[in-house]
């Protein structure tokens, strides 16, 4: 027997970046043709897209992990890797996608809506992209960058016009079987209904869908019994019909006390779609009040005694039987009807355009702010220099002497300087930490050294070059000035 399925967490991966390659091009007669390393692909994305053929969450209930493919590094003569593969999940019409701290993300309405719920990560430039001027041939790629992940909560809010409202075994599922050509479980006993139901009417020309939403008590908007998992249910319904059970032998209870102490959960029920829909609070759908079981005779009694009541209030009221079928026909035309009316009053939204805003590929911007947990040490946040961290090799000396290079140039030594650094801080950027040396010069490499290395790291190449540069200089001096060199 399948199980329906309306709350999900779902945990999405993207794929990863794939690395770049450092290559040189090599031929006869060519030892050094230049760089030709690839880029790395771009990993893939995870996407949610609504499908017909979905209809619960029962899926992603037993597979709750996603994982989207990695992109493939690059490879020599220029030839970039492929990307990953997007992983396309199928919802059904009406899934919420809401994160951990409860803020709607996307209202998947509509066949073929999509919703990327992860991005894959860059994949790094090879060395032939990081050829420069000042480094012909870099021997040095940059990392792939992690895909996006996180966990995500799944709500299914079916999409219905006509929402059947009452308590248990009051006979919504039964007026539902008789209205379409569903067959929900039904049964003598309360909370028979473990689900919604819905069903497809067709009444003259216009055809419609009515959700049987399990029984509702007292309290269910604060979460008692099963109602505050199915009012959610009634949050895209256009019209709230009240079925209400005329003969109930429990103490207490008659069809108006019943419809009030719906009416007072329906109140405080606050959807969270209230802006997004666009339909308001549920206190503001249309009524109309179905009072059932009229083959009883006390039930067809009492339904005539209570009607004017409810009239009083402006609905529709309509007494019928649904083991008998009587007072169905009119029903369903008035309910079609209502149904024609508001969506007359409410045409559906013009479908907006997408709009594509790509982000900004040098976004500059970062802070400098100092370590609470290290005496003299700083922080640097900001998205452009976490992600130079992350796409660096820290095996490769010519890699951090790269990093190094923009970091100078982005003004974060200046702005270390500005706030106070002292040489030998200790400076974190993203999940990487370091001893600051601002005597890192920026932009061209001072000494040549060999590729994968850099010598501006290593303190005593750096000051013996300057050594030997300084007595090269003295010697040249001495020579011009004596006669017998001239």
């Not at 690839?38 to 979905?54: A, H, I, M, P, Y």
Request: net charge negative; charged share 25%; glycine share 12%.
């Amino acid at each position: 027997m399948s199980r329906f399925i309306d709350r999900v967490v779902l945990h999405v991966s993207a794929g990863k970046g794939g690395n770049g390659c450092a290559s040189v091009h090599r031929e006869k007669f060519k030892p050094l043709g230049g760089p030709d390393g690839g880029n790395g692909g771009r990993g893939g994305d995870v996407v949610l897209e609504v499908d017909r053929n979905v209809h619960t969450l029962l899926d992603f209930h037993f597979h709750p992990r996603a994982k989207a493919t990695n992109g493939t590094q690059g490879m020599g003569g220029n030839r970039e890797g492929a990307n990953g593969s997007d992983l396309i999940l199928k919802v059904p019409d009406g899934t919420v996608v809401v994160d951990k701290d409860g803020e709607v993300l996307a209202d998947l309405v509509g066949i073929g809506t999509r919703f990327v719920a992860a991005r894959g990560g860059r994949g790094g430039l090879g060395n032939a992209s990081l050829a420069s001027k000042a480094r012909k041939a870099p021997g040095f790629a940059l990392l792939g960058e992690d895909g996006e992940s996180g966990d995500l909560i799944l709500e299914l809010k079916s999409v219905a016009d006509v929402g059947l409202v009452g308590f248990p075994s009051a006979g919504k599922s039964s007026l539902v079987s008789v209205l379409s050509a569903a067959k929900p479980k039904i049964g003598d006993y309360p909370f028979t209904t473990l689900q919604p139901n819905l069903g497809v009417v067709s009444s003259g020309d216009t055809t419609f869908t009515v959700a049987d939403v399990p029984g509702l008590i007292p309290g269910a908007s604060e979460g008692r019994g099963l109602g505050l998992d199915f009012l959610r249910h009634l949050e895209r319904c256009a019209v709230l019909a009240h079925v209400v059970d005329c003969a109930t032998l429990e103490p207490g209870r008659d069809p108006i006390s019943d419809v009030d102490a719906l009416e007072t959960e329906l109140a405080a029920y606050q959807p969270a779609l209230k802006g997004d829909a666009g339909l308001g609070d549920l206190a503001d759908r249309p009524r109309i009040v179905i009072l059932n079981k009229a083959d009883v005779p006390e039930a067809a009694e009492l339904a005539e005694m209570v009607t004017p009541d409810f009239e009083a209030r402006g609905w529709p009221v309509f007494t019928i039987s649904a083991v008998s079928r009587e007072g169905l026909r009119p029903l369903t035309f008035a309910l079609a009807k209502m149904v024609a009316e508001y969506r007359e009053a409410h045409p559906p939204a013009e479908p907006k355009r997408q709009v594509i805003r790509p982000i900004a590929a040098k976004e500059t911007g970062f802070d400098v702010i100092a370590d609470p947990d290290t005496p003299g040490g700083f922080i640097v946040r900001g998205t452009q220099p976490e992600r130079w961290v992350r796409q660096t090799a820290f095996d490769n000396d010519e890699a951090v002497g790269y990093l190094a290079d923009r970091l100078a140039r982005l003004g974060v030594e200046d702005a270390l300087v500005k706030h106070g650094a002292e040489p030998g801080a200790f400076v974190t950027i993203g999940d990487v930490g370091f001893e600051w040396e601002p005597q890192t010069a920026a932009g061209v490499d001072i000494v040549r050294t060999g590729r994968g290395t850099d010598a501006r790291l290593d303190q005593d190449e750096r000051i013996g070059a300057a050594e030997r540069k300084h007595a090269r200089r003295v010697r040249r001096g001495l020579e011009s000035e004596d006669p017998e060199n001239r």
